[in-house]
């Protein structure tokens, strides 16, 4: 297992690529599927206003604003690699888009899904539906069901509960996955909020504490706090890839890992017991603690950052992990997760020669 703390290791030889002809394909039949799932999901849906070139993205006047959509990143044809990425609970896919640009720019396509109940407008009834988990995980398996259509080679990963959700489906459905990569891996949370979870009727307890849950805050791609019941929802999905270790379950494809000896939220311990279970040529990208890195700030850039415009007036500066900050160790980030898939995806095929 490569562990990079803080720092980047030496690039290998890039593998040779292979050239054979590509048969004559499009993507169109899994734009269509991806499009029907979140007709299901939010009703009316649409392309969102001024798309991006190469980029599909489905607004829904139940969506906060389009930056809270679900995406595709494409090549116009499938590609020999796609990537599967899933934002974590309480935000968006907006927290994936600079992930998911740096695996485009590879010449990958990538998927970056909404999962039930975050990026709206009302997320009340959600936010405390008994089969919120159930949904996620049936959306993540929609999703890894038309992947195939973008790609020969598939990854799966993600930030927070995403990459708690990736996980769980590999120890599932581990048959056509290549890898998995994971930020701030939601594999464990705090003591307090684990302790809270195994008290008998918490849950009945979290929907009376959660109220009239709001979505308006100082970012717009990102509600405003967790809510309790959704938080233990997740921990049912943590529970059950526990028990999975527990009955011999192993992952054997490698894992990218990336996380912050600071988190507070989804402790690196998490991903220290997952990567015990994990047989593959793992790789560990490790924040140290004198970063003070928040949770949700791994997978942000500069950019990223920029671009919430972030409402500090409605928030305490100074309370920690309260306001935004990007990533400083992004760019080693993205390297190492650059080495990690030239060394575990599929060449680049180029067209042959007549």
Not at 214 to 236: C, Q, R
Request: charged content about 20%.
């Amino acid at each position: 297992m490569i562990v990079c703390q803080a720092a980047l290791a030496q690039q290998p030889i890039p593998k040779l690529p292979v050239l054979k002809p590509e048969a004559p394909q499009n993507i169109d039949k899994a734009l269509a599927e991806f499009t029907a799932l979140y007709e299901q999901e939010l009703g009316s849906v649409a392309t969102c206003p001024q798309p991006k070139l190469h980029e599909f993205r489905l607004c829904s006047d139940k969506l906060r604003n389009a930056g809270n959509a679900p995406f595709i990143l494409h090549h116009g044809k499938p590609t020999d690699n796609v990537v599967v990425l899933l934002h974590g609970l309480s935000d968006s896919p907006y927290f994936m888009q600079g992930i998911a640009r740096t695996l485009y720019d590879k010449g990958y396509n990538v998927v970056v899904p909404l999962l039930a109940g975050n990026g709206l407008k009302d997320a009340d009834a959600d936010m405390e539906d008994d089969q919120l988990a159930e949904r996620w995980q049936t959306q993540v398996d929609d999703i890894m069901a038309l992947a195939p259509q973008l790609g020969s080679t598939i990854f799966i990963g993600g930030f927070s509960t995403g990459g708690a959700l990736a996980v769980e489906h590999y120890l599932d459905s581990p048959d056509g996955i290549a890898g998995i990569l994971l930020f701030s891996g939601a594999l464990a949370l705090s003591d307090n909020a684990e302790n809270m979870a195994k008290i008998w009727g918490v849950k009945w307890v979290a929907k009376l504490v959660d109220g009239s849950y709001e979505t308006d805050g100082p970012n717009p791609f990102k509600y405003p706090s967790v809510a309790g019941f959704a938080g233990l929802e997740l921990m049912d999905i943590i529970d059950e890839i526990r028990a999975d270790f527990e009955a011999g379950k192993r992952i054997s494809v490698p894992i990218f890992a990336a996380h912050s000896q600071a988190d507070a939220t989804t402790p690196i311990e998490g991903i220290r017991n997952l990567l015990e279970h994990a047989d593959g040529a793992n790789t560990f990208f490790v924040i140290d603690e004198s970063y003070q890195l928040c949770h949700a700030d791994v997978p942000v850039n500069t950019k990223m950052k920029v671009d919430m415009h972030f409402d500090t007036s409605q928030v305490n500066e100074f309370e920690q992990c309260a306001v935004p900050k990007a990533n400083p160790l992004y760019r080693q980030m993205t390297m190492m997760l650059q080495t990690f898939m030239d060394m575990h995806a599929t060449p680049p095929t180029k067209q042959a020669f007549n």
